[in-house]
Nanobody
Framework: HVQLVESGGGLVQPGGSLRLSCAASGFAFSRHWMYWVRQAPGNKCDVVSTISPDGSTYYADSAKGRFTISRDNAKNRLDLQMNSLKPEDTAVYYC??????????WGQGTQVTVS
């Protein structure tokens, strides 16, 4: 079965860095678009970044120039390097699989707190 397990969240001061990782299993990771989605308290979910199977990337305006998404298809791993973190980046970050019609599988999330 599909599993997405995030790690790397935590508490960091403004201006600091964190690297989130997602271990994927149970599906053909290399064939799927993958996403990092975040949800701050009381807010809707927002796509932070996405990466195609061959490595093309997209970033939300809030992440451009600060975050870098990457993937290792051989290791079934998705990463998000976050630099110059701001208090408004505080959220639960989810690793999400892109399905044919929707974002169909979500990890359990990892908390990022910038304070």
């Amino acid at each position: 079965h599909v599993q997405l397990v995030e790690s790397g969240g935590g508490l960091v001061q403004p201006g600091g860095s964190l690297r989130l990782s997602c271990a994927a299993s149970g599906f053909a990771f290399s064939r799927h678009w993958m996403y990092w989605v975040r949800q701050a308290p009381g807010n809707k979910c927002d796509v932070v970044s996405t990466i195609s199977p061959d490595g093309s990337t997209y970033y939300a305006d809030s992440a451009k120039g600060r975050f870098t998404i990457s993937r290792d298809n051989a290791k079934n791993r998705l990463d998000l390097q976050m630099n110059s973190l701001k208090p408004e980046d505080t959220a639960v970050y989810y690793c999400v699989r892109g399905g044919i019609w929707s974002l169909d599988y979500w990890g359990q999330g990892t908390q990022v707190t910038v304070s």
